[in-house]
């Protein structure tokens, strides 16, 4: 089922009153809780892991653990970042770490997915706050190799990352030069999609959680994607 929000849609979607599909427009997908629902684990998985991460290499008391990473993911977007500017954490070694969880166990191939990405005209890129590694498998094991002409990842637009609007920037150079106003962004996230919003980006947010002003509309799922499409006939 789709969820659209009270909101129009930009005005780069219609033309001559009446809306069609615009090739030119770019599609950026998020990867995790995104490419896949929520209900799998893997980002619990992941927390696990980053709790683990921070108990063994800041030798912290695991009671102190949830509020550090609370803290650090408000002030700076990711955990990560939080990470590196406060304690000198090696990037990479943090990426492998937290990112070694068994997605190839729990995810499988999503031939439904695959046909619809395919289908559809527009160029799509992956744009994560994962790492190409990580991510990579993600994609792999669902089977969407030669879905995406593009990964952009934490690496790429370092040392920002989403929802931080240089991230954005950075990831539209990468793409090209595109301009924002021609991206549409699928995210999971509702801060990643206000702060997309606001640099003109057209926004979706896949999933159940709260919507935020802003935001353009909803999918519950992501296969859900091409209904919310320029030309809106999916």
Same mark, same amino acid.
């Given at each position: 089922?789709?969820?659209?929000?009270?909101?129009?849609?930009?005005?780069?979607?219609?033309?001559?009153?009446?809306?069609?599909?615009?090739?030119?427009?770019?599609?950026?997908?998020?990867?995790?809780?995104? #490419?896949?629902?929520?209900?799998?684990?893997?980002?619990?998985?992941?927390?696990?892991?980053?709790?683990?991460?921070?108990?063994?290499? #800041?030798?912290?008391?695991?009671?102190?653990?949830?509020? #550090?990473?609370?803290?650090?993911? &408000?002030?700076?977007? &990711?955990?990560?970042?939080?990470?590196?500017?406060?304690?000198?954490?090696?990037?990479?070694?943090?990426?492998?770490?937290?990112?070694?969880v068994p997605v190839e166990s729990i995810l499988q191939p999503d031939l439904r997915l695959r046909d619809s990405l395919l289908q559809q005209p527009?160029?799509?890129?992956?744009? &994560?706050?994962?790492?190409?590694?990580?991510?990579?498998?993600?994609?792999?094991?669902?089977?969407? *190799?030669?879905?995406?002409?593009?990964?952009?990842?934490?690496?790429?637009?370092?040392?920002?990352?989403?929802?931080?609007?240089?991230?954005?920037?950075?990831?539209?150079?990468?793409?090209?030069?595109?301009?924002?106003?021609?991206?549409? #962004?699928?995210?999971?996230t509702p801060a990643n999609l206000v702060t997309a919003s606001t640099l003109g980006f057209q926004t979706v947010l896949v999933g159940e959680k709260?919507?935020?002003?802003?935001?353009?509309?909803?999918?519950?799922?992501?296969?859900?994607?091409?209904? *919310?499409?320029?030309?809106?006939?999916?």
């Amino acid at each position: 089922m789709i969820i659209t929000v009270e909101s129009s849609l930009s005005s780069a979607w219609v033309d001559s009153g009446y809306t069609r599909r615009m090739p030119e427009f770019t599609l950026f997908f998020d990867v995790d809780d995104t #490419l896949y629902p929520p209900s799998t684990g893997i980002w619990d998985l992941i927390g696990d892991r980053i709790d683990l991460f921070i108990q063994t290499r #800041l030798d912290m008391d695991p009671s102190d653990t949830a509020g #550090l990473r609370k803290r650090l993911f &408000t002030s700076y977007g &990711t955990t990560l970042r939080g990470l590196v500017e406060e304690f000198g954490i090696d990037q990479r070694d943090y990426l492998a770490f937290v990112h070694d969880v068994p997605v190839e166990s729990i995810l499988q191939p999503d031939l439904r997915l695959r046909d619809s990405l395919l289908q559809q005209p527009e160029k799509k890129i992956i744009f &994560t706050n994962a790492d190409k590694a990580y991510a990579s498998r993600i994609i792999q094991t669902l089977g969407l *190799v030669d879905c995406f002409s593009q990964m952009i990842d934490i690496v790429d637009i370092w040392p920002s990352c989403k929802p931080q609007p240089e991230a954005y920037r950075k990831a539209l150079a990468l793409a090209g030069g595109l301009q924002p106003n021609c991206v549409i #962004l699928f995210d999971d996230t509702p801060a990643n999609l206000v702060t997309a919003s606001t640099l003109g980006f057209q926004t979706v947010l896949v999933g159940e959680k709260p919507l935020a002003a802003g935001i353009q509309t909803r999918i519950s799922r992501i296969h859900d994607f091409p209904s *919310v499409l320029p030309d809106g006939n999916h």
